[in-house]
């Protein structure tokens, strides 16, 4: 789809003021304007922020009493059970909250619930099975907000509840001990984008500082930097904003994941084939969906045995049987998407309206979410794929276009769903079979009333000649870093530029040689297709960053896009 390119509009005083400050080339600053920043101090902590810039954990509402009654149960030697969703953010909450307790030499016990035959976040079989086997507190990681009659079958069975979760919360709350959620409307925690993991680590943060004040740790205590890699692994795949509070996460996080650590972590990369440094990319596209795959596939017990393994040779080969099911995952992927797009195609008027609703029996229910963000990004607007069992119950993910609130629409038609939840980009229901066309009906009403634009636009920070762009730029850019949603990499237009030669490889990628002035630059555009309209002077929007090849490090522009 063609793309609309808008320009950031420029703010010359405060981006002057900034590049003076912060000692930094005005391209640099006006990024940093265009990211949000208002003044010198933001500017300021947003490129050098640490672990103490962190936030005080007990800013989130229920902290005290979570606390207290995990402490209560350190005490007692009562046998406690983290209970963590099946994806990345589930999994990270899980493996960290059971290690840290681990390390307290607590009785601690994990469960996450199998994606097929349980479904999403806490059900009351599993509650009562913890119950059976004695668990006398459950901490729900990354689920349990919509849980009101799971958490009082616990209480029932004499169960304690704790609540962690990131998701939006419903008029009607669990009733239990505590419940920690930024989303709450009268939580005073400032990082309201955290993650289930970020709001799990928070928990360890402030249990572990009362702890202390208890002089239960005499003179060692366990070092929390080192549960940042799971923070930022389970931030980044849960396509968490990176900015504010997830950006110090992330950032650190990252630093830890060079040498890292944790044995699952080492085999992960590993088998992801990942040697040094890490970056915010391989988090989100190459460890992040090995992880998934476990918990869309089969289960995402597997994802934890690997975090919280001790011995490197187990952990090998749990990562190598996870990469196998990721692979597994992208062929069931790719068939689906076939069969999707061919629904689209064929469908009357489909394309003609501001929604797309899909469902078909045979679909597997673990996949469909993927395949759903594949289809927004073609066609631009929002998405709900729905696999059909044979009992004639569909399951759904939608995902939805920026601006665009697909949790708010689906609100709109909640009386014909089972069950339904999520956010503003990304949601989950059930359905009966025979409600689906009413639902597609339904569904486009209210994302048509929302009024929402949906042209494709390409987002661009600024409008430089290519004689600026430098090694010393490149180098500067590069303290901007992690990128990722809220924090894009910096996009620039570059206009009337020279295409002193073209290639094309692999079919699909263009390769060219590009001139502005003086120095020419190397050029790659990534799955342009052989068909892109190269003229002699193009319009070029790019992101330039260092190619290493044979140990020579040179710049190279990324393209996003090309016009005369």
């Given at each position: 789809?063609?793309?609309?390119?808008?320009?950031?509009?420029?703010?010359?005083?405060?981006?002057?003021?900034?590049?003076?400050?912060?000692?930094?080339?005005?391209?640099?600053?006006?990024?940093?304007?265009?990211?949000?920043?208002?003044?010198?101090?933001?500017?300021?902590?947003?490129?050098n922020s640490t672990l103490f810039d962190l936030p005080s954990p007990y800013l989130m509402k229920g902290m005290d009493k979570a606390v207290?009654?995990?402490?209560?149960?350190?005490?007692?030697?009562?046998?406690?059970?983290?209970?963590?969703?099946?994806?990345?953010?589930?999994?990270?909450?899980?493996?960290?909250?059971?290690?840290?307790?681990?390390?307290?030499?607590?009785?601690?016990?994990?469960?996450?619930?199998?994606?097929?035959?349980?479904?999403?976040?806490?059900?009351?079989?599993?509650?009562?099975?913890?119950?059976?086997?004695?668990?006398?507190?459950?901490?729900?990681?990354?689920?349990?907000?919509t849980a009101v009659k799971e958490v009082e079958e616990a209480r029932n069975l004499g169960v304690d509840f704790i609540v962690t979760d990131?998701?939006?919360?419903?008029?009607?709350?669990?009733?239990?001990?505590?419940?920690?959620?930024?989303?709450?409307?009268?939580?005073?925690?400032?990082?309201?984008?955290?993650?289930?993991?970020?709001?799990?680590?928070?928990?360890?943060?402030?249990?572990?500082?009362?702890?202390?004040?208890?002089?239960?740790?005499?003179?060692?205590?366990?070092?929390?930097?080192?549960?940042?890699?799971?923070?930022?692994?389970?931030?980044?795949?849960?396509?968490?904003?990176?900015?504010?509070?997830?950006?110090?996460?992330?950032?650190?996080?990252?630093?830890?994941?060079?040498?890292?650590?944790?044995?699952?972590?080492?085999?992960?990369?590993?088998?992801?084939?990942?040697?040094?440094?890490?970056?915010?990319?391989?988090?989100?596209?190459?460890?992040?969906?090995?992880?998934?795959?476990?918990?869309?596939?089969?289960?995402?017990?597997?994802?934890?045995?690997?975090?919280?393994?001790?011995?490197?040779?187990?952990?090998?080969?749990?990562?190598?049987?996870?990469?196998?099911?990721?692979?597994?995952?992208?062929?069931?992927?790719?068939?689906?998407?076939?069969?999707?797009?061919?629904?689209?195609?064929?469908?009357?008027?489909?394309?003609?309206?501001?929604?797309?609703?899909?469902?078909?029996?045979?679909?597997?229910?673990?996949?469909?979410?993927?395949?759903?963000?594949?289809?927004?990004?073609?066609?631009?607007?929002?998405?709900?794929?729905?696999?059909?069992?044979?009992?004639?119950?569909?399951?759904?993910?939608?995902?939805?276009?920026?601006?665009?609130?697909?949790?708010?629409?689906?609100?709109?038609?909640?009386?014909?769903?089972?069950?339904?939840?999520?956010?503003?980009?990304?949601?989950?229901?059930?359905?009966?079979?025979?409600?689906?066309?009413?639902?597609?009906?339904?569904?486009?009403?209210?994302?048509?009333?929302?009024?929402?634009?949906?042209?494709?636009?390409?987002?661009?920070?600024?409008?430089?000649?290519?004689?600026?762009?430098?090694?010393?730029?490149?180098?500067?850019?590069?303290?901007?870093?992690?990128?990722?949603?809220?924090?894009?990499?910096?996009?620039?237009?570059?206009?009337?530029?020279?295409?002193?030669?073209?290639?094309?490889?692999?079919?699909?990628?263009?390769?060219?040689?590009?001139?502005?002035?003086?120095?020419?630059?190397?050029?790659?555009?990534?799955?342009?297709?052989?068909?892109?309209?190269?003229?002699?002077?193009?319009?070029?929007?790019?992101?330039?960053?260092?190619?290493?090849?044979?140990?020579?490090?040179?710049?190279?522009?990324?393209?996003?896009?090309?016009?005369?």
């Amino acid at each position: 789809m063609k793309k609309n390119w808008s320009i950031k509009k420029e703010n010359p005083k405060l981006r002057e003021k900034l590049s003076k400050t912060l000692q930094v080339s005005p391209i640099t600053a006006q990024i940093l304007v265009n990211r949000g920043i208002e003044n010198e101090a933001e500017a300021s902590l947003f490129l050098n922020s640490t672990l103490f810039d962190l936030p005080s954990p007990y800013l989130m509402k229920g902290m005290d009493k979570a606390v207290e009654r995990i402490k209560k149960a350190l005490d007692n030697r009562e046998k406690i059970a983290i209970y963590g969703d099946y994806d990345v953010d589930g999994v990270t909450s899980t493996a960290l909250f059971y290690t840290f307790m681990k390390s307290l030499g607590a009785n601690i016990a994990y469960y996450n619930p199998d994606r097929m035959k349980e479904g999403y976040g806490v059900n009351a079989e599993a509650v009562k099975k913890l119950a059976g086997d004695g668990v006398t507190l459950i901490i729900s990681g990354d689920c349990g907000i919509t849980a009101v009659k799971e958490v009082e079958e616990a209480r029932n069975l004499g169960v304690d509840f704790i609540v962690t979760d990131h998701h939006k919360p419903p008029e009607e709350l669990p009733n239990a001990v505590s419940i920690l959620n930024p989303q709450l409307s009268d939580c005073k925690y400032p990082g309201k984008g955290i993650t289930g993991v970020g709001v799990v680590f928070n928990l360890v943060i402030a249990l572990r500082r009362a702890l202390r004040e208890d002089g239960f740790f005499g003179k060692e205590e366990p070092n929390l930097a080192e549960y940042l890699d799971l923070v930022a692994l389970g931030t980044v795949a849960d396509c968490a904003p990176l900015m504010d509070v997830n950006r110090i996460f992330v950032k650190e996080g990252i630093k830890r994941m060079e040498k890292p650590k944790r044995i699952g972590i080492l085999a992960l990369k590993e088998a992801s084939s990942i040697n040094g440094g890490i970056t915010s990319y391989d988090l989100g596209f190459k460890l992040g969906p090995r992880i998934n795959a476990s918990g869309r596939l089969s289960s995402a017990a597997k994802a934890v045995e690997l975090f919280i393994s001790e011995d490197i040779e187990d952990a090998r080969e749990i990562a190598k049987a996870l990469s196998k099911e990721n692979t597994n995952r992208q062929n069931i992927e790719g068939e689906i998407l076939k069969q999707a797009l061919a629904q689209v195609e064929s469908g009357a008027g489909v394309l003609r309206e501001n929604s797309i609703v899909l469902a078909s029996r045979g679909w597997h229910p673990g996949i469909i979410g993927i395949v759903a963000s594949r289809i927004v990004e073609r066609y631009e607007r929002p998405v709900i794929m729905i696999a059909v069992d044979e009992g004639g119950t569909g399951k759904g993910s939608g995902r939805s276009v920026k601006g665009v609130n697909i949790y708010a629409a689906l609100s709109e038609c909640r009386d014909l769903l089972l069950q339904f939840g999520g956010h503003e980009q990304a949601a989950g229901l059930s359905i009966k079979e025979e409600s689906i066309g009413e639902l597609r009906d339904m569904f486009e009403r209210a994302i048509s009333d929302l009024g929402a634009d949906y042209t494709a636009t390409l987002d661009i920070d600024c409008a430089v000649n290519l004689e600026e762009v430098t090694e010393t730029l490149v180098s500067e850019l590069g303290q901007l870093e992690p990128y990722g949603i809220g924090n894009p990499e910096p996009v620039f237009l570059a206009e009337s530029v020279e295409v002193l030669s073209k290639r094309v490889f692999k079919d699909k990628h263009i390769g060219l040689k590009v001139r502005q002035g003086g120095k020419p630059f190397d050029a790659v555009w990534f799955n342009a297709g052989e068909g892109a309209d190269i003229a002699g002077r193009i319009d070029l929007v790019f992101t330039p960053e260092f190619n290493v090849w044979n140990g020579k490090k040179e710049i190279r522009l990324k393209i996003w896009d090309a016009g005369r």
